[in-house]
Nanobody, 125 residues
Framework: QVQVVESGGGLVQAGGSLRLSCAAS????????MGWFHQAPGKEREFVAA????????LYADSVKGRFTISRDNAKNTVYLQMNSLKPEDTAVYYC??????????????????WGQGTRVTVSS
């Protein structure tokens, strides 16, 4: 069993930056691919970014390429999402997820096994 807890959300103006953190429990964290997803009101949960177990492979949604960076520190059992040049359309609840079944990232919501409760990001125009 893995527990993940997100933090770092908040209110920011368009063009600003935020860094989200995801702290995971368990000694096997370093074996899991990790992902970030977001869900805006009335919409389905969508892929944002994901990273392999070593950090050597990353995936990004087209909408965030060049603006967001995912990284991980296995010594701290933590994954980060650095979000720059934020836009109002980035407003959503952001979820961290662990893919226990594979060490490599996926864009599929159903590919992830453990989810956090989410952290809200609001970008004002």
């Amino acid at each position: 069993q893995v527990q993940v807890v997100e933090s770092g959300g908040g209110l920011v103006q368009a063009g600003g930056s935020l860094r989200l953190s995801c702290a995971a429990s368990g000694r096997t964290f370093s074996r899991y691919a990790m992902g970030w997803f977001h869900q805006a009101p009335g919409k389905e949960r969508e892929f944002v970014a994901a990273i392999s177990w070593t950090g050597g492979r990353t995936l990004y949604a087209d909408s965030v390429k060049g603006r967001f960076t995912i990284s991980r520190d296995n010594a701290k059992n933590t994954v980060y999402l650095q979000m720059n040049s934020l836009k109002p359309e980035d407003t959503a609840v952001y979820y961290c997820a662990a893919r226990a079944s594979d060490r490599y990232p996926s864009m599929g919501v159903r590919e992830y096994d453990y989810w956090g409760q989410g952290t809200r990001v609001t970008v004002s125009s």
